[in-house]
C-alpha cells in the first residue's frame, strides 16, 4: 500500500513578478510526495487562477483520489481520472520519480534518452514595468542571449521594447504578451517587431480569439501559442494557427502527457506542418524545473528561468552559468 503526502508551500520572490494580469511578490505551490515504505517520490505544481485553479481546490482534487493513489494508480490510469492541469501535474512527476527509484534508472532513460541530460540554454523573464526599469534589468542579465518580454497591452508596450532593444541590441528578443493584445495591436506591431530584434510573439491575442490568426502570415515573426494549448486535443483544434507552441507540465498535467503532445508536433510536422517546440514554465522551484529540463532536450526554445525568481529555492536546486540552466539532483 503506497502513501500520499499533499501540501501547500509558500516561496517568497526575490523581486516582484508581474505580467498583464497579475503582480506577484510570493508563489503558492503544492508539493505531492507518493511512497512505497521503501523508496518515495516527488512532484510540484503551480496551481493557476488563470486556469480556474487554487492550492485549495488542487490539494482537494488530489485528496478526492487518495484511495486509489494508494491503492497504487499508473500513471496510465491518472489520465483517466484527472483532467489536464496542475494537481495531475504533481501526482504524475511524483510517480515518475517513485519508478525511477524503484527501477534504480533515471527518468531520463525510462523515457529513452540517451547519455547524460545536458544543461539547456534558457531565455531570462523581463518582468513587465516601465520602459526604463525594464531596460534596466534588460542590462542586468547579460549573459542571457534571448529575453522574453513580458508586454501588457497598450501603446506603451512600443516603447518598452524600444527601451529594451537600445539596451541590449546584442540580444534576441521574445516577447510574451499573455493574451493582452488585441489583433489589430498585434498587426501594428509586427511591422515593427522585427527591427526591433523581436522573432516571437507568445499568446498576443485571448485565448477565445486565436481564431484570429487564421490566413494571418505574420512571418518572419513566429507566434507561439501558450494560453490556448494544454493538451494533445489543442494542438489538433488549434495547432496550426500558431508556429511555436509552449508545453508546460501544469497545463498539459504532468510530464506522460507532455510527451504525447512532444510527439503529436512530430506527427503534424511530418505532415507537412511547421510548429516549434517551446519547453516553459511557471515561476517554481527546481523540483518542479527538472522534468522540464528532460522535455527541454529536444526543444527548440526553452524558459526555464522559474526557480531564478525565488529569493531561497529548495536546497539542491538547478545552477545558472551562462546563460544555461544546470540539471538539478532534486528528481528524476
Ligand atoms: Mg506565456
Redesign the pocket.
Known sequence: MARLEVVKEIFDLRSSFSISRSVKNSIEVVRVEISDGKYKGSGECRPYERYGETPDRVIAQIESARASIERGLSRQELLEVFNAGAARNAIDCALWDLEAKKSGQSVWHLIGGKGDVHPVATVQTISLSSPEEMANSARGVGEYKTLKIKLGGGEEDLLRLRAIHEARPDVKIVI?A?ESWSFDQLRRFIDQAQELGVYMI??PLPKDQDELLANYDAAPIIICG??SIHTVDDLDDKGELYGMV?IKLDKSGGLTHALEMVEKIKELNDKGKNIQTMI?CMVCTSLAIAPHILLAQNCDLADLDGPGWLKKDRAYGVKYQNGLVMPDKLWG
Request: glycine share 12%.
Open positions: 510574451d499573455n507568445e499568446q501558450d494560453e509552449n516553459g
